[in-house]
């Protein structure tokens, strides 16, 4: 994997998920100044993973290619927003949705944890906003919304910076 300098994510966008990834691209661009490319395909996730990668990301002092083959919904189209550039083969689902949250406990605890969320989803909102050039004001309309795009409307709105065609690389 290390010397195709390609990193898979798959499923659930957890915080394994992402500190494995993270770890991946922070040693990758330990070893050298090619560009690394992130192949993407998430479903779901917390803003606790997506926040880890997009601020790794943001950090790295090598390019992130990345790449949604299948989909990339709530928290991860985060990750797919702040890298550049940003492909999507032409047939991915992509959408803008918040994530469920469920909590049990005392009173308080769930108003921390409430809270917490919040401060998440203000940074998330931030982060895509900046990415992508709109108002924060829009991401958050769309976000509610759970707005879904296709390829040529994420172009449009500037979460996808065109349309992929290369060859998917093997994971054996």
């Known amino acids: 994997m290390f010397d195709q300098r390609v990193i898979w994510i798959r499923g ?40 880890t990668l997009m601020d790794t990301i943001a950090a790295l002092g090598v390019t992130v290619e990345t790449v949604c083959a299948g989909r990339a919904e709530g928290a991860a189209l985060g990750v797919l927003a702040v890298a550049h550039p940003r492909l999507a083969t032409a047939h991915c689902r992509l959408r803008l949705r ?27 909102i931030e982060q895509v906003a900046q990415a992508t050039r709109q108002p924060a004001e829009r991401i958050e309309i769309d976000l509610a919304a759970g707005r879904y795009f296709d390829v040529e409307e994420a172009i449009q709105y500037h979460l996808l910076d065109g349309i992929w065609s290369g060859a998917v690389p093997r994971t054996d």
């Not at 769930?110 to 917490?116: G, H, N, R, S, T």
């Open 12 to 51: 659930r966008l957890d915080d394994l998920a992402a500190t494995t990834a993270a770890a991946q691209l922070m040693t990758l661009d330990g070893s050298g100044d090619d560009k690394i490319q992130l192949h993407l395909s998430s479903g779901e996730g917390t803003l606790t993973a997506a926040l």
């Open 98 to 124: 918040d994530e469920e949250i469920a909590a049990a406990g005392a009173p308080a605890a769930l108003a921390q944890e409430l809270a917490q969320h919040q401060r998440q989803l203000e940074r998330f």
